[in-house]
């Protein structure tokens, strides 16, 4: 029951934020003209082949990742698995998201080795989200942002720098062998709520460490992905009525939108992805004026290429659905197994920090 009631409020939230923008952008003439003046469909195909190319190369780099660990596992393997993840991040009401699919999915194939499989999905989810940092912090310093007239776009670009020099801090700590094992580690994993997911990065960390060519890689991949996503949208923007933000404008816009799909909102952020780039289309820009509701516009725009990609999923599904159905209900007993340990070391960790040197007894 508490599943489906946090599920009813995610949606909400995102069905909140994008009634709030429709609502606000009704007050400028941008729908109107979107409905009333033509649309350049050869650049909208062209933004629909990106955008799919994108997702492809995140497929790419998760074979890589895989791979990397001489696990059986094979490109067409991680195309099917892929898509199939991508839908279910667009339809899945219930708590098992792509990735866990992905996990349990080559889990179940790779006899003894659920550790590696699971890392595989951990580590591919967090290069792609720090390779957002580093390209917008690229982007920012190489369009001079900082010294932005606006208020709020200098504190976002000085927010993004942070984010990005810590992460880069917190990958040369964890590339140190004493962090992610020993007692650190174990205090680490032990945390309530964030614990195990703590003890899955760590061992994704372990695995990895001694394969940075092929961490590498992924890095390089990640940013073809972000690249092909950021040049899609800026497609759909000169395909659609109305002026567009610049090319370079976008490569900073786009990348810090993307960084929402961390929220727990559905369809990897659902309306604050939308509100985000609303409001960096009116701001970032130089030298154009872009209108109120534009950045709604084209962000409605990129969901809608997103739905017409996650349909091969559906191909991918309606060719397996009982094999389907069944990882998806071995997820769901394992996300279910995961809230129980969480919940138990949440306990132990609670009396420990209420009876010292209860921890070091157990």
């Known amino acids: 029951m508490k599943r489906i009631i ?3 409020l995610k949606f909400g939230v995102s069905a909140g934020l994008i009634a709030y923008l429709v609502i606000d952008a009704q007050r ?17 195909a062209a933004a629909t082949g990106c955008c799919l190319a994108g997702v492809a190369l995140t497929f790419v780099r998760w074979y890589v990742l895989v791979r990397a660990l001489d696990l059986p596992f094979s490109l067409k393997d991680a195309f099917r698995l892929g898509f199939l993840g991508y839908l279910l991040n ?47 912090t690229a982007a920012i310093l ?21 984010c990005t020099v810590l992460g880069a801090a917190g990958i040369a700590i964890l590339l140190v062998p004493g962090v992610t094992q020993g007692k650190f580690s174990a205090f680490l994993q032990r ?44 497609l759909v923007a000169r395909g659609l009525p109305g002026e567009a933000p610049s090319l370079a404008d976008h490569i900073v816009i786009i990348p810090l939108a993307m960084v929402t799909g961390v929220l727990p909102l559905p369809v990897n952020g659902l309306g604050a992805f939308e509100a985000v780039v609303a409001f960096l289309y009116e701001r ?51 996300q279910q197994q995961e809230q129980g340990a969480s919940s138990v070391a949440g306990d ?15």
């Open 90 to 136: 667009f339809v899945s009401l219930g708590a098992v998201g792509g990735d866990l699919f992905k996990a349990v999915f080559v889990a179940r194939e790779q006899h003894g080795r659920k550790a590696e499989a699971v890392a595989t999905v951990v580590l591919d989810r967090v290069v792609g989200l720090y390779m957002l940092f580093v390209l917008a």
């Open 348 to 362: 132990e960790f609670a009396r420990s920090e209420i009876t010292p040197g209860a921890a070091q007894a157990s």
């Open 191 to 234: 945390l309530p709520r964030a614990g195990t997911l703590f003890g899955k990065l760590l061992g994704a960390i372990r695995i990895y460490r001694q394969r940075p060519a092929m961490l590498l890689l992924a890095c390089a991949l990640s940013v073809g992905v972000h690249s092909l996503s950021t040049i899609g949208i800026w």
């Open 142 to 162: 190489a369009t001079d942002q900082l010294s932005s007239s606006v208020q709020q776009i200098q504190i976002i670009c000085r927010g993004t720098l942070l």
């Open 284 to 334: 970032v820009p130089i030298g154009v004026v872009v209108s109120e509701g534009r950045g709604l516009v084209v962000s409605l725009g990129y969901r809608a290429i997103t739905i017409l990609i996650a349909l091969v999923g559906v191909c991918y599904y309606l060719a397996s659905r009982r094999e389907v159905a069944q990882v998806l209900h071995e997820a769901e007993l394992e």
């Open 28 to 44: 400028d003439k941008t729908f109107a003209n979107l409905a009333s003046q033509p649309k350049h469909w050869g650049l909208l």
């Open 6 to 8: 946090f599920n009813l």
